[in-house]
């Protein structure tokens, strides 16, 4: 894909980001967390996640069911990453993309640095660990962007 792909994404970010708010809060509303209270704060809806995702029957899951698994997940950790720590979506060129480009949440570290991540891909990673644990990914984004003082495996 072309730098103009990523050009175009970055015009569209608001609305984009905007539906992303929106798909979690769907998601919330679906898992039965009141609406006013999602609003106040996404993590009223984690103990539902939790149980939702711990219930799901993954060993007959097809291809589609994990892609909508996927980006429920990556919804709802960004709307947290939006709301409680003031993460900003930004496109962001990627040649090694399918589409050029990625859509990634920047915030700012305790120690001052702005640090980026892939909700996506902290989703993924979440997914090819099971059991998925919502509590643990959200750590592990968290992490990553330097919101805490722990430490991720590895570092």
Same mark, same amino acid.
């Given at each position: 894909?072309?730098?103009?792909?990523?050009?175009?994404?970055?015009?569209?970010?608001?609305?984009?980001?905007?539906?992303?708010?929106?798909n979690a809060?769907?998601?919330?509303?679906?898992?039965?967390?009141?609406?006013?209270?999602?609003?106040?704060?996404?993590?009223?809806?984690?103990?539902?996640?939790?149980?939702? /995702?711990? $219930?799901?029957?993954?060993?007959?899951?097809?291809?589609?069911?994990?892609?909508?698994?996927?980006?429920?997940?990556?919804?709802?950790?960004?709307?947290?990453?939006?709301?409680?720590?003031d993460a900003?979506w930004q496109? /962001?060129?990627?040649?090694?993309?399918?589409?050029?480009?990625?859509?990634?949440?920047?915030? $700012?570290?305790?120690?001052?640095?702005? $640090?980026?991540?892939?909700?996506?891909?902290?989703?993924?990673?979440?997914?090819?660990?099971?059991?998925?644990?919502?509590?643990?990914?959200?750590?592990?984004?968290?992490?990553?962007?330097?919101?805490?003082?722990?430490?991720?495996?590895?570092?």
């Amino acid at each position: 894909m072309s730098s103009d792909s990523a050009a175009s994404a970055r015009a569209d970010l608001a609305r984009w980001a905007e539906d992303a708010r929106e798909n979690a809060a769907d998601l919330a509303e679906v898992l039965g967390v009141d609406a006013a209270d999602y609003a106040a704060d996404p993590l009223v809806a984690l103990p539902a996640l939790e149980d939702y /995702v711990s $219930r799901l029957p993954l060993d007959e899951f097809e291809s589609e069911d994990w892609f909508g698994l996927h980006g429920d997940l990556a919804v709802y950790l960004a709307d947290v990453l939006v709301r409680r720590h003031d993460a900003e979506w930004q496109v /962001v060129s990627d040649s090694e993309a399918p589409r050029g480009f990625r859509y990634l949440l920047f915030a $700012r570290a305790l120690d001052g640095v702005v $640090r980026g991540v892939d909700p996506y891909d902290v989703a993924l990673d979440e997914i090819q660990h099971l059991p998925i644990e919502v509590i643990r990914m959200l750590a592990h984004a968290e992490t990553a962007l330097g919101l805490t003082k722990g430490r991720m495996d590895g570092e």
